[in-house]
């Protein structure tokens, strides 16, 4: 298989159910910010983290291919076919569940934290910010599928907690606001 098609030279794209749309649609500009973050998430774990992290966004990176299929798929048939194509409710749940083992080690949020930190943590804070982006272009495309909203919010407050902690972690301060 090439890497190459062609198929995109007039500025179109195809989508999972074979329509043709600009990559200027707010589909492929929602799927195109999951992609960003996704890719984010790599610099956090190259920057080097904790191995309990770096396993946890991992599993992140394959939900956000799982999210951008869907994304992908206006008919929203992918899902039902592709087990590993599908953000299911047990995701959202496994996300809350990191949240909570994770804030255990902070110190409770008084004020305002400056993004920033150690290259990890700083990596993160970024990657939550994409994300955020990410999420406001789901909710612009109208009528999702809520879980995956859920887990869109989810997702940036657990990348939030997990920049304290690798920065925690890694012994340096937050700056406060």
């Given amino acids: 298989m090439k890497i190459y098609t062609r198929t995109g030279d007039t500025g ?3 989508l999972f159910d074979g329509t043709r749309i600009a ?4 589909r492929v500009d929602a ?3 999951v992609d960003e ?21 991992i599993q992140i990176q394959r939900d956000l291919f799982a999210l951008g299929s869907q994304l992908a798929d206006p008919t929203e048939r992918v899902a039902e076919r592709v087990e590993k194509a ?11 569940g990191w949240i909570d083992q994770l804030d255990k080690e902070l110190t409770p949020l008084r ?13 993160l804070h970024l990657a939550r910010t994409v994300f955020r982006r990410a ?10 599928e809520p879980t995956l909203l859920a887990y869109a919010n989810r997702l940036s407050d657990l990348l ?18």
């Fill in 12 to 14: 179109t794209t195809n």
């Fill in 23 to 26: 990559k200027s649609d707010p």
């Fill in 31 to 33: 799927y195109g910010e």
């Fill in 37 to 57: 973050a996704n890719a984010v998430l790599g610099l956090a774990r190259a920057a080097g983290i904790h191995q309990d992290l770096d396993a946890m966004l």
């Fill in 86 to 96: 599908a953000i299911k409710q047990q995701d959202v749940e496994r996300l809350e």
């Fill in 111 to 123: 004020r305002f934290v400056l993004p920033g930190g150690g290259a990890a943590g700083a990596h």
């Fill in 135 to 144: 999420e406001r272009r789901m909710v612009a495309l109208g009528v999702l």
């Fill in 160 to 177: 939030f907690v997990m920049a304290r902690v690798a920065n925690a972690r890694a012994g340096i301060a937050e700056v406060v606001w």
